[in-house]
């Protein structure tokens, strides 16, 4: 079994960290990774196969540069979350890149998922990934927020018709005080 690296000596993380004001007013680094994220996904996994495309994720999260997503170890928690509901409609506030959606994706076939992102550029990233991945038939991202004075809440309602048919499952990822 291969020993991973450290994160925190990585000048991704530094990067990061020194980035923090931006991060937690935009959801980007600032320096261009999640962008560089999409197009590693395109060029390292396969087209049409999810589990290869979080494979390529993880990859790139190791060893190009760091990323603010649950990441593979957490990851493996979600997935037994999911596996052990069988959730068939699922809700995840805070998209960033799509990761945890795919995972999701990967977890529940079955499942229609639905992830509110609050910053437009990452939608499109995520949206980018989980096309290549072929899952986007499955998973909608909508630019939003629950912070939102209820904007978001009525798309909900209205276009995913979530008060007759429930989610079965809400994933909060980012930005928890919002969610309260």
Known sequence: MSKKKNPFLRWS????ILGAPRLLKTWQVGDG?????AQYVIENGSAG?????VRAIDEFAWNKKFLINVGDEKGQILDDAITQTNPKRILELGTY???SALRMAVAAPEAKIVSIEFNEANAEIARRIL????VSDRVEVVVGTLGDGGK???SLKKDFNAVEEPFFLVFIDHDKD???
């Open 97 to 99: 890149c799509g990761y």
């Open 13 to 16: 993380v530094w990067r990061m």
């Open 178 to 180: 919002q969610y309260l």
């Open 131 to 134: 096309s290549h991945a072929g």
């Open 152 to 154: 978001t809440i009525e």
């Open 33 to 37: 990774r999640e962008a560089q994220l």
């Open 49 to 53: 196969n999810p589990e290869d495309c």
